[in-house]
């Protein structure tokens, strides 16, 4: 199974809402990644777990938050979100790969709209 | 910062005719990866690029590592409109699993 599933597909929220995107992936993959990608951009790194513990947060907002509960399973919370935080939100994982790189597997991503 | 920077930013191609787009890093990399996103779609794996010089080859798809660690290439040989999509190189910072995403060239190609 190589494949990275993330729910919900589509998400419209206000800005006083609370809500949380969901991935998961049954590879085995010890790392995993939020991106945020805006239209026409390249996807932009947001946050790093590696083997359940966050290594990278890439200076996001406190209104994202990231949670590993298991290595299977990612997600990120969000709280008092503005309307530039409309994005495709992206989840990856991968693992070791040779001389140090690691391939990334993406989900199809969660569109939010932030009204 | 480390930047990663992609030319050109579009390319429209006849279908057959040939496409290349460039990649180029601010800083030594110690590994580059090119993936493909097709509109509407996320990022898929294409290749990883690891040693100095370094050339491989996928069916119509050639790409290069710099001798330098600075820059590399993607070479579509005759464009097919199945090759239609965003090509994105992605940098990884020594010793982490920090990627850094090129500015990508989209690739429309007209049959």
């Known amino acids: 199974d190589t494949e990275v599933t993330q729910t919900p597909k589509h998400l419209v929220m206000g800005m006083t809402n609370k809500k949380s995107l969901k991935c998961e992936q049954h590879m085995g993959h010890r790392a995993m990644y939020w991106y945020k990608q805006k239209a026409k951009k390249p996807p932009e790194l947001m946050f790093v777990y590696s083997y359940e513990k966050l290594s990278i947060n890439e200076s996001v907002p406190s209104r994202f938050s990231p949670e590993c509960p298991n290595s299977s399973l990612l997600n990120l919370h969000l709280h008092a979100l503005q309307p530039e935080d409309s994005a495709l939100y992206l989840c990856a994982s991968s693992s070791p790969g040779p001389a140090g790189g690691h391939e990334q597997y993406f989900g199809p991503g969660t569109r939010l709209t932030v009204t | 910062g480390q930047q990663v920077m992609q030319i050109p930013q579009y390319q429209h191609v006849q279908e057959g005719e040939d496409f290349t787009t460039y990649c180029n890093s601010s800083t030594t990399l110690s590994n580059i990866q090119w993936y493909k996103q097709r509109p509407g779609g996320h990022p898929v794996f294409l290749i990883q690029?690891?040693?100095?010089?370094e050339v491989k080859k996928q069916k119509r798809l050639t790409f290069q590592f710099g001798e330098a660690k600075k820059n590399s290439s993607l070479h579509i040989t005759a464009t097919q409109t199945t090759d239609v999509g965003t090509y994105f190189c992605?940098?990884?910072?020594?010793?982490?699993?920090?990627?850094?995403f090129g500015t990508g060239t989209r690739l429309k190609v007209l049959a």
């Open positions: 992605a940098a990884l910072t020594s010793g982490t699993y920090k990627y850094i």
């Open positions: 690029l690891v040693k100095s010089g």
